[in-house]
């Protein structure tokens, strides 16, 4: 296949960062798409990306819906079911939220949900990395959808909010796509293996239960949660065709690993800054740092209390239970080694 009779790019620059960047290269129904690995220089990700040329506009989205953008030239489809019951940004970590009330306002204009997305200008997405987990999704498991600028509007001068000029035709207006390479943590590979939807289930709850324990833990929590988005949104077009209660059960079911997870981040952050409390103010009593020592004196009584009232639950798994005492323990020594 000819690339360039297809494509507007440049044949020379296109093969100089081939050559430096060895991405990969298709077209899927008429829509040029770059697979490039996730740990790529931003300059040279930009480079591929001015391949599309100057009036573009750029929006990072999760990976899992670039079928949807190939086929409707929007990531957004699933936002017009009916009650927005197909809305997933609900169930990411981190997801981007909608500053400018786009939706609401392109929605009293007549329009739908997918007609208005966020996007930034070429010059202003290349003048930073490329934040993909700001809005929670890591990065080899982002890409980028690239926009015609004389095919979309801007909504509103101060947002970066646009609409499509020809909304029954979203398709004509996206250029191309970039996408990360993806590196599959272990309990995706079992996952990816695993052809059972509840068997899928049980280990995503498994992931959760025995892995994430610590801050350390923590960057898996957004791949389980893209997991968890995945999996509901098949289920739910699933639903749609065959509808059955087995495939509502388990978007329940879904949906209450969710919040687990959301739970479990929140119970990592709080042991976490409860600790950080104990070895700060050890610190300042150690280096008999006087004017942090008079107000971190409190500091271990502190933790002990909030922490006490954390364990008065009766609902408190076994092993938070086990981590907040150690913290207790190790905020008593704290007292006695200083006799604070």
């Known amino acids: 296949m000819d690339y360039f009779e297809k494509t507007n790019f440049d044949e020379n620059k296109f093969s100089q960062l081939k050559e430096k960047t060895n991405f990969k290269f298709e077209i899927i129904d008429d829509v040029p798409i770059f697979t490039i690995g996730a740990d790529q220089q931003e300059n040279f990700v930009f480079e591929i990306i001015k391949l599309f040329g100057e009036n ?4 990072i989205i999760n990976a899992n ?19 927005g019951k197909h ?49 929670g999704i890591p990065k080899d498991r982002a890409a980028i959808l690239i926009y015609d600028g004389k095919k979309i509007q ?5 947002s970066d909010g646009f609409f499509f000029k020809n909304p029954e035709n979203k398709k004509d207006a996206l250029l191309g796509i970039v996408k990360f390479a993806e590196i599959l943590l272990d309990f995706e590979k079992n996952l990816r293996a695993e052809k059972n939807i509840d068997q899928k289930i049980l280990l995503i709850e498994k992931e959760i239960f025995e892995n994430l324990n610590t801050i350390n833990d923590l960057p898996t929590a957004f791949y389980i949660s893209l997991n968890i988005i ?3 949104y098949k289920e739910s077009v699933e639903n749609e065709i065959n509808f059955s ?25 709080f042991s976490n800054n409860m ?26 009584d502190f933790v002990i209390a909030e922490i006490s009232e954390k364990l008065e639950n009766p609902k408190l798994e076994k092993k938070w239970k086990i981590i907040f005492e150690k913290i207790i323990a190790d905020a008593e020594k704290c007292k006695t080694e200083f006799g604070i």
């Open 56 to 59: 573009i506009f750029c929006r």
């Open 65 to 83: 819906f670039i079928d949807d953008a190939i086929f409707f030239g929007t990531d957004k489809i699933s936002l017009d079911a009916e009650n």
């Open 87 to 135: 809305d997933f940004r609900q169930f990411g970590i981190a997801s981007g939220r909608d500053w400018w009330n786009l939706e609401e306002k392109a929605q009293k204009s007549g329009l739908k949900k997918s007609d208005v997305f966020c996007a930034s200008s070429l010059k202003i997405f290349t003048e930073d990395k490329i934040n993909s987990a700001g809005i």
């Open 154 to 158: 801007q909504m509103e001068k101060i």
């Open 230 to 232: 995945e999996l509901i």
């Open 245 to 269: 209660e087995k495939s509502v059960a388990r978007i329940e079911k879904l949906t209450k690993i969710k919040k687990n997870l959301k739970r479990t981040i929140s119970i990592i952050d």
């Open 275 to 300: 600790q950080n409390q104990i070895n700060i103010a050890r610190k300042s009593f150690a280096e008999k740092d006087s004017t942090r020592m008079h107000f971190q004196k409190k500091w271990p």
